[in-house]
């Protein structure tokens, strides 16, 4: 499994809370948030290492998530030039830790914006461009609130800002940024991970990952019943996240921190073997995004759910199927075929993990139609009570037809077209738009 077909564990993540470093004085606050984080994370890498040698499991990442930081800088922080003071220490925390990212450059604004919420946010670009390992996100609706359409929109200019701030490496730093509707408190994966405030001082959060393992088991069952392939998916998963409990256990126990969830979320990279593209394809697809691409892809998250929850208490974070474009050789290659286009990727989200996730667009494509994307994703999460997510990244000066990359686990990606009608008067409407009659449950 691990030889073969590349499970690993993808990430092992140190939630810190980060609210008793709360200060009027900005240099203060810095200086503790520095403090805080490296001093609890001094041995968070280490440990990985050790754990990986002794169970010979690939553990990939090692991350640390903080609380939302326009949570935490609002009494200090009064223009965005503060917030970017913030985002350079935790940049500078991450690498003395030696972890590979730290999320939680946050702000939650599913039904309004305070000022250091908006402060935060318009920061966004700069703080990405000057920084190497910090990711950011935004929570912009729910299905209690509704959909914060001030924030939409204000989103939609951000990434094409944040796009423009690091057009120089052909606008990474629209990677590193996730705007979410119905975000989890606890996700260990990145762009979106952040320390929730309903989450304790300190947490250890695993995500496993193992398309590959999943593709080759689904091998031995082609052309037999759905109920064989389901059953072969569960057990499977079963197995998959019986390695992270063990892991995130091992390291709670090393660290003397609270073990918190396994997320066992389908996580592919640019490896070949290691595509969940290829699960849906193994299915009997010939290429994803042909007929029944959603229903094999509604399938196969829910059995990974079923399967996971057997082998673990704690199971959270986002937990399912990822389907990022840019990290799956498998979906680059059906977008490159025309069998995968942005309104399929949109049809799929409704059943998967996340949402449209690391699509590369043309540089050229207006903030207020990036908007309404992140309007859409965001209604089919608020509907569907569900987690839904946009990393898009409009490459500034590159246009459909050509391909970005992006290297390691972010790969790369060709520019798919986006619609070219438009919305502009939809998004600057303003206001919200209100919760589902569903959501009165109270």
Known sequence: MIEQEKLDVRTITLGISLLDCCDSDLDVMNRKIYD???TMAKDLVSTGNDIEKLYGIPIVNKRISVTPIALVGGQACKCPEDFV???KTLDEAAKASHVNFIGGYSALVSKGMTRADENLIRSIPTALACTERVCSSVNVGSTKTGIDMDAVKLMGEIVKATAEATKEKDSLGCAKLVVFCNAPDDNPFMAGAFHGVT??????????SGPGVVKTALEAVRGKSF???????KKTAFKVTRVGQLVAKEASSR????????DLSLAPTPAVGDSVAEILEEMGLESVGAPGTTAALALLNDQVKKGGVMASSYVGGLSGAFIPVSEDQGMIDAVNRGALTLEKLEAM???????LDMIAIPGDTPATTIAGIIADEAAIGMINQKTTAVRLIPVIGKGVGETVEFGGLLGYAPIQTVNPFGCEDFVNRGGRIPAPIHSFKN
Do not use: H, Q
Request: a negative charge; glycine letters at 10%.
């Open 349 to 355: 989200t409704c059943v998967c993990s996340v949402g």
């Open 227 to 233: 109920e064989e392939l389901c059953e072969t998916v």
């Open 255 to 262: 660290l003397n921190i609270p073990f918190g969830i396994v």
């Open 199 to 208: 989450e304790g001082d300190a947490v250890i959060n695993v995500g496993v």
């Open 36 to 38: 805080k984080i490296t």
């Open 85 to 87: 003071t913030i985002a």
